[in-house]
Structure formats: structure tokens, C-alpha cells
């Protein structure tokens, strides 16, 4: 067989997709699976951005979009900005792709060489790292312990920058521990970063409306407005309006990335589907209210979660500020046995017996590079959670 690129070597299907497909193969034969591993959430996407893709598609917006963004959805991208973050981009500092994962890509694509450092602080969203890799990155990790609630210290930070740093990530509301930077921790942050002018800082905010108990939300280029230029600000509709399949998300940052990343993406996808840009602009000028009410939602799901875990012994669970995931510790369950004979050494051993004689399908921690803890998605509905934290307190007192 003709052979495949080197630079995918140890690049893999993600844990929480290869978890979800397992989960889905056991449905299909017959098992009633709990469902705890997809970060998606469960709401619809609203009704009016469904009607405007649609009067989009039958009013003939179907031939190729410009490769950016049109302009009335950089322009509601602008709006939005200004909004929720008082950050000003000009048109030409924004650019929209096929989510926020593309936007990710294209600019990690777009400036890390060879040999370059990214450093993510740990536990982090496994993309980041198998796309610095595919550019050629060494991944640097900064751990953020459970103990300080997965919070980024400024003086770790700081120690971990090298002059091989090409970007820092930031990513609060995290997934996977739902850990949230507060502006003081940001400020601290910030003051760093600006000793570092050779680095670039990725904040990946998508899941910025998803904050509990009044967390106020801030932005890293909104703080300290003296790194603008060399921060890219990501987002998109995915986790906010309930639209993971609409594939629609947008950076604003200097003008001279948005125009590399723009050239990476016209040898990619020559720009993201008009339908979905179209529905893009409807949820992101229709109304906002039904963003807090979702999130007060979450915020009862978090609670009966978080309590629920917590009365397990062996399980210790933080409650986390933001996104829709639990992180819960399991040190205690390692080295253990299940009923069935598998040894738990170590989480991914944990959650795989989970599904295997509980039937939840939940996350290892060291697909997100801390260990032994498993992430759990509270995406779904009370019932849901209830079954599945039942099980899993069955599962580990299960073990001997
Ligand atoms: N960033 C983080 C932290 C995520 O958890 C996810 C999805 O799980 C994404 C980005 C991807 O977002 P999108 O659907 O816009 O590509």
C-alpha cells in the first residue's frame, strides 16, 4: 500500500469521538447506554436561525461564499464583539471558518514551524495539541492542579515560556474542567504575556456564555488591550446557540494573521457554507435571553452532578464555574478490580470498564493530559444524569 504523511504519526481519533463511537456501536447492539461523553449540548438550535438558513437556501444563496466571511455575518461578528466583550475589530481583523476548530487550525497552520513551542495550559481540549503537532509543534504543558481548582498560575505560566514559544492557549471556561480565569487571575496572566513579545495567545472563548453563580466572563485582548496585536480571539455559535452542525466559527485578531489564515483556509474549504453563515446571523443578532436561561440550566444539571459524584466514596468532584464538565478526581479507584477481573491502572482502564460493565460512556483524563481523572459531559437531560451517576456510584463501590 502506498504509504501515509509522517507528520500524522500519533495523531489518532479523538478520546471523547472514539468514546462516543464505542458508546454508539453498544447502543446498536442493543444495550441501553448512558451517554455522558460528547460535549454537545442537547438544546435545539433556535427556530429563527433554522428560518433564515432556510430562506437563505430557497432565495438562491447557494454559489460560493467569499472566502472570509460574507459581510453581514463579519459584520454581525463585529457587533457581537463589541457587545459581549468590548473588543473593536475592523472587518478585515475577523474571519469566519468551518467552526472554531477550523479557525484553530488555520492559524496554528498559518505560523508554527518545526521545532516551535505551544504551550497549553493542562488539562486541555485535545485538539490543540494534535494540530500544533501536525504543524510540527512540541506540545509544553503548564499543569493547573485540581487543587488550586485547575486555575493557571502566572509564575507557572511564565516558567514554561522558552524562545521557541510560538503561542500560548487560553481556554476558560475550560473543557475539560470547566475551570473559569477570573479578570485578576487575567490581569496576571497578562502581565506576562506582555514580558513574552515573541508569543502569539490563542483565547479560546466558546464556551463564554456558559457561566454560573454570576462568574463574570472576561477576555485576555478586552483586559489588557496592549496585547491585542498578538492575541486571536476565538469563537463561534457551536456550544452557545446550540449549533455543533452548522460548523460555523470566527476569530477577530490583527489584521496580518486573519490575512494568512485567510490564505490557509482558501487552499482548504475556499470559505464555509452560505446556508450556515446565514443561520450564523440570525443567532447572533436575534435575541439573547434564551443564552442565560440555558445557562441556568446547566447550572442545575452542574449542581445535581457535582453533589451527586461527591456522596461516591472514592470520587472527588470541584464544581466548576463554566462550560458543561465535570473533571472528577479517581485516585482512590486506581489499582483496584471490577466484578468482571479488569484491573483499573488507570483512567482510560477506568472509563473503559465503566462502559463496558455499567454501560456509561464517559472520558479519560489523560486524553486531556491530566491523570486519574474521567471527564463527564452534563449535556443532557436530569433523568440521564441521575441514571449515570447511579451507575457509576454502583461501579465504584463496586470495586474491590
Ligand atoms: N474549543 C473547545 C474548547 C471545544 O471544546 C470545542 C468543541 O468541543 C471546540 C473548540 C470546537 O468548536 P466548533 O464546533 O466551533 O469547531
Same mark, same amino acid.
Given at each position: ?8 504519526? &500519533? $495523531? /489518532? $481519533?479523538? #478520546?471523547?469521538?472514539? *468514546? ?65 466583550? =468590548? ?14 476548530? @477550523? ?5 496554528? *497552520? ?49 516558567? #514554561? ?18 475551570? !473559569? ?5 487575567? %490581569?496576571?496572566?497578562? #502581565?506576562? *504575556? ?22 463574570? +466572563? !472576561? ?18 455559535? =457551536? ?9 460555523? /466559527? ?14 490557509? @483556509?482558501?487552499? =482548504?474549504?475556499? &470559505? ?12 447572533? %443578532? ?5 443564552l442565560r436561561e440555558r445557562a441556568a440550566e446547566y447550572q442545575t444539571r452542574r449542581d445535581i452532578v457535582v453533589s451527586l459524584l461527591n456522596e461516591i466514596p472514592g470520587v472527588e468532584c470541584h464544581t466548576p464555574q463554566g462550560a458543561f464538565y465535570v473533571y472528577p478526581d479517581i485516585s482512590a479507584c ?34 486531556? &493530559? *491530566? ?5 463527564? =459531559? ?9 441514571? /449515570? !451517576? @447511579?451507575?457509576?456510584?454502583? +461501579?465504584?463501590?463496586?470495586?474491590k
Open positions: 500500500m502506498p504509504g501515509f504523511a509522517d507528520r500524522l504519526n &500519533g $495523531i /489518532g $481519533i479523538s #478520546a471523547s469521538a472514539a *468514546m462516543t463511537d464505542k458508546a454508539t456501536a453498544l447502543k446498536a447492539e442493543g444495550l441501553k447506554i448512558i451517554s455522558l461523553s460528547s460535549g454537545e449540548p442537547d438544546f435545539p438550535t433556535p427556530e429563527h436561525a433554522v428560518e433564515a438558513a432556510v430562506d437563505a437556501a430557497r432565495g438562491g444563496d447557494t454559489k460560493y461564499p467569499p472566502q472570509a466571511g460574507k459581510p453581514a455575518l463579519k459584520k454581525a461578528i463585529q457587533a457581537k464583539f463589541l457587545r459581549d466583550n =468590548s473588543l473593536d475589530y475592523a472587518l478585515d481583523e475577523i474571519l469566519v471558518a468551518n467552526g472554531a476548530k @477550523q479557525i484553530i487550525y488555520d492559524a496554528m *497552520m498559518a505560523t508554527i514551524n518545526p521545532g516551535d513551542e505551544v504551550v497549553l495550559p493542562t488539562p486541555y481540549w485535545i485538539s490543540y495539541a494534535d494540530i500544533a503537532r501536525l504543524g510540527g509543534a512540541e506540545i509544553v504543558q503548564v499543569p493547573c492542579p485540581a487543587a488550586s481548582n485547575f486555575r493557571l498560575s502566572a509564575a507557572d505560566l511564565d516558567a #514554561a515560556i522558552t524562545p521557541r514559544t510560538k503561542w500560548l492557549v487560553l481556554n476558560f471556561p475550560n473543557n475539560p474542567t470547566g475551570a !473559569c480565569c477570573s479578570r485578576k487571575d487575567m %490581569e496576571e496572566i497578562a #502581565a506576562v *504575556m506582555l514580558k513574552h513579545e515573541h508569543v502569539w495567545i490563542m483565547t479560546d472563548d466558546i464556551y463564554e456564555h456558559l457561566v454560573y453563580d454570576d462568574f463574570n +466572563f !472576561c477576555t485576555l485582548a478586552e483586559v489588557e488591550p496592549r496585547l491585542k496585536d498578538r492575541v486571536l480571539t476565538v469563537n463561534g455559535v =457551536s456550544k452557545a446557540y446550540a449549533m455543533t452542525g452548522w460548523r460555523v /466559527g470566527f476569530c477577530g485578531g490583527p489584521r496580518d494573521l486573519i490575512a494568512v489564515m485567510n490564505n490557509m @483556509q482558501g487552499q =482548504s474549504t475556499s &470559505g464555509i457554507n452560505t446556508l450556515a453563515q446565514a443561520a450564523a446571523i440570525a443567532a447572533l %443578532e436575534g435575541p439573547q435571553d434564551f486506581i489499582g483496584k478490580v471490577t466484578p468482571e477481573g479488569r484491573q483499573i491502572k488507570t483512567d482510560a482502564d477506568f472509563v473503559m470498564a465503566l462502559l463496558e460493565e455499567k454501560q456509561v460512556a464517559t472520558v479519560q483524563g489523560a486524553a486531556y &493530559g *491530566m491523570s486519574p481523572f474521567f471527564r463527564i =459531559s452534563y449535556a443532557t437531560s436530569v433523568e440521564t444524569l441521575r441514571e /449515570g !451517576c @447511579q451507575r457509576i456510584a454502583e +461501579f465504584v463501590q463496586s470495586l
